[in-house]
């Protein structure tokens, strides 16, 4: 399978705990995007990265949440003191190098549940 | 504050007909518009999109349809096919001189095409 991975695909933990989401873009897709969706809503943007360049961050992405792409390929998104609020689908998306037109390929998601 | 709105949350049509997804928008600085389709547990897909300097883009069934007046697209299937069975959302992007690659979706609409 060439396309977006993403692990977990889901993920239960308690109110207080961190949680770590990995995403693998399709290779050579030098570009990766992070969203969240929650329900009844479309994707909302948190972040996205050139290579290993973090170059734009949403309001939406708190203190507690911190995002990396540390040698350009895969990427993490990290929740540090996650709260019932974060209960989301996170999705990563990736596209390779080029002009900009929204055309993006999506992972399946993470799915967050806080208890 | 909603910059892309999709007002019906569903929509039924008989297979063989025309399906219509409308979408609203309120930022005239976005210059291209997609459109993404969703099946359950699977990530958006990439469906058509429209250049905002076009009214119109058509790939086989699928046409996208701009009216910048209005600050108005819809989607039109034709013919409507059961595996077309999905939530579409309606996305915009806007460039900015700061290079944002982020993409604004709409709430979402589930289409039930039935046989």
């Known amino acids: 399978d060439t396309g977006v991975s993403q692990d977990p695909r889901h993920k239960i933990t308690k109110r207080g705990q961190n949680v770590t989401f990995r995403c693998d873009p399709i290779s050579e897709h030098n570009r990766l995007y992070w969203y969240r969706q929650t329900l009844g809503q479309g994707p909302e943007f948190l972040t996205y990265?050139?290579?290993?360049?973090?170059?734009?961050k949403s309001r939406l992405l708190s203190d507690r949440f911190s995002a990396e792409r540390p040698k350009g390929s895969f990427s993490t998104l990290e929740i540090q003191r996650t709260e019932q609020g974060d209960s989301a689908m996170y999705l990563c998306?990736?596209?390779?190098?080029?002009?900009?037109?929204?055309?993006?390929?999506f992972g399946e998601g993470s799915r967050l549940t806080v208890l | 504050d909603q910059q892309v709105k999709q007002n019906s949350p569903s929509l039924s049509v008989q297979e063989g007909r025309i399906s219509i997804l409308n979408c609203d928008y309120t930022n005239s600085m976005f210059d291209y518009f997609l459109w993404y389709k969703k099946y359950p547990a699977e990530g958006p897909t990439f469906l058509i999109s429209?250049?905002?300097?076009?009214d119109k883009n058509e790939d086989g069934r699928f046409t996208v349809f701009l009216n910048k007046s209005a600050k108005h697209l819809s989607l039109h299937i034709v013919p409507s096919q059961p595996g077309d069975s999905a939530v579409y959302f309606c996305a915009a992007s806007a460039r900015t001189q700061g290079g944002s690659e982020k993409l604004v979706f709409g709430k979402g609409m589930k289409l039930t095409v039935n046989p």
């Open positions: 429209i250049s905002s300097i076009k």
């Open positions: 990265f050139q290579n290993e360049a973090q170059l734009e």
């Open positions: 998306a990736s596209r390779p190098t080029g002009f900009w037109t929204g055309e993006l390929f």
